[in-house]
């Protein structure tokens, strides 16, 4: 059996009474992974493998070329990283991480036919190890290109979109030029991928005047239509599925056909107030979801070390009740507590039940229909940039779309 495989090899792999030939993958103590002509990446347990005979070797792809690819209006790629950012080396059948811009672009060649590509990969992380410093990063980055008139796509894990997606919704006002994100549910090398549609339907909107933040994601578990969400109104629904992503409390601004066209509802155009950058952002805002049998000292804990504090209540936006002295005192202190609700559809309203107008009493800030991690990305902006009576003022007014005065009830 030959030691010396590199990925990409043409191999012939008996296993058990069978031959199958493909294109050679990987090794590791347990398993040999082939690509079979179908596409599929076959994984046999090395103990019943019989021989592996090498029929040619790989010959490496020449230098990919540097810089913008492509015709059509330019869109430049922020890569961030998550699933999508998965490239599948068609040569080999690998799957890995893409590192370059490059890469990104051999692994998605439709993507020339419909724009001059760019890319830049920020960086290479699951969302769930973003931090607030990222979305600073990303921030600029977007804003840099904007401010050339070039549209943006960002591709970004799904786990945590929705949080940075609103975090940059507030740091950058009026965008000059389209701030679009996706993401995958499923990687690029599953033929269930949803990877190929969401990025070229995410270059699509950026070639478009929209000049709200927006993400770009399948409607429904068909590749037939793509709907486009407000940054700061969209949650992942679903673990799996991959139309995941849901518009809450407001429609998605509008679709995407399989052809690739817009369909627009009601979005925000491109307009000529000024653009603007914010380039801080507190750390110490924290979100916090109540439930039953949550005690004292966990609040004191969450409050002690924040400025502002953000709780997930339970229905129309309640905690116990044991907790009403404490917020008063915390607020006292000039922190800001502000409720939303777990329900997430919906508005919270503190006026029905004794203990939302006991927590309104003591000083809470009710945050209407924001989804819990919008409000945490907006007070974590505000705290950064204003101070406390225009942090108190703006968290109750409706700045990117995030507070609609639609009530459900
Ligand atoms: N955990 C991954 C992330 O959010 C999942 C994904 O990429 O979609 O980065």
Redesign the pocket.
Known sequence: MSDDLEAGDRVEIKWKGSTFSGTYISRDSRITVVKLQSGYNLSLDNSSISSIQLLSKHVPKGPLKEGPAGKGKPVFILGT?????SYVDYETGAVKPARTSQEMLYAQPDLAKIAAIDAEIVMN?????MQKGDWLRIAKKIYDKISQGEGVTIT??????SFTSSAISFLIENPKAPVVFT???RSPDRPSSDAFLNLKGAVKVAQSDVGQVCVVMHSSISDDELSIHSGVRLRKMHSSRRDAFKSINSEPIGTVDKNLEIHWRNYERINSRPMKIYENISERVGLVYFYPGMNEELLHKFADTNDGLIIAGTGLGHVTNRFVPLVKEYVSQDKIIGITTQCLFGSVNLDVYSTGRNLLEAGVIPLHDMLPEVAYTKLSFLLGNFDLDETKRLMTTNIRGEISDRRTE
């Open positions: 990283g998550g699933t999508i950012a992380i699951l969302s769930e190890d970004h894990g799904t786990d945590t979109l993401a995958s549910q």
